[in-house]
């Protein structure tokens, strides 16, 4: 199910309902993945694995359902959302972004490569945030490289609470994880002491399972 509102003018389009994350499928078809085996020893037992790459659509969907199978066993539900910008119908510009235990995270920021530095990506920030703050989020969190304009998050208000440092073609390459409290809201109502999570979040937190949630 898909509905789509306007979040200070641009649009926002519901990706899932009932709190079930839906993966979107991709309009062409990608190259054929290969498969690799290999065994592994686990606690003196054998086990044979299989790698697949690229990633096929039908296995992403099942690791996916599975994991939010788990979550909503657990209470903990995912309420993903996208924003975008059109000019003349056409999309130049977008922001996913979800809401789980009342931190916002931020995926993926993107706008068009002549539009950059126009402003549009600040925008796209602060009607993401609107929309999480309308979904009671009371914390932000967001990932980038070192080579994707870092300075842009701090100048937005986020504080850095971890990286973790590589290599990529020869060049050192860090990701880093920003933050960003929201203000309390006058018309917020306070949650039962026994829904309260605790938002000071740390970079094992986001790692935890090997999985990102940003």
């Known amino acids: ?57 039908e296995i992403a969907t099942a690791i996916s359902d599975g994991l939010n199978a788990f ?12 924003i975008v910008w059109r000019e003349n119908g056409r999309l130049i510009a977008g922001i996913t972004a979800s809401v789980s235990f009342s931190v916002l995270f931020i995926g993926n920021l993107w706008v068009e490569k002549s539009l950059r530095l126009s402003g549009i990506g600040r925008k796209l920030m602060a009607a993401a945030e609107e929309e999480g703050r309308r979904r009671a989020a009371v914390t932000a969190c ?7 304009a ?14 973790v440092s590589g290599h990529a073609g020869g060049r050192p390459v860090d990701r880093i994880w920003f933050r960003k409290e929201f203000p309390p809201q006058l018309d917020q109502k306070p949650m039962a002491a026994s829904h ?11 790692m935890a399972g090997g999985r990102r949630v940003c």
């Open 71 to 82: 979550n909503e066993s657990a209470e903990i539900i995912r309420e993903a959302f996208a």
């Open 150 to 163: 870092p300075d842009f998050y701090p100048k937005l208000g986020y504080v850095e609470f971890g990286r």
């Open 1 to 57: 199910m898909r509905s789509e509102r306007k979040i200070c003018g641009v649009h926002a389009l519901e990706l899932e309902s009932g709190g079930v994350r839906r993966p979107l499928k991709a309009e062409t078809a990608g190259p054929e993945p290969t498969a690799r085996y290999h065994m592994a020893t686990i606690n003196d037992e054998e086990a044979m694995f299989e790698t697949l790459d690229p990633v096929p659509s």
């Open 196 to 206: 309260l999570i605790s938002t000071e979040m740390t970079l094992e937190d986001v």
């Open 142 to 148: 967001v990932d980038t490289l070192s080579t994707r």
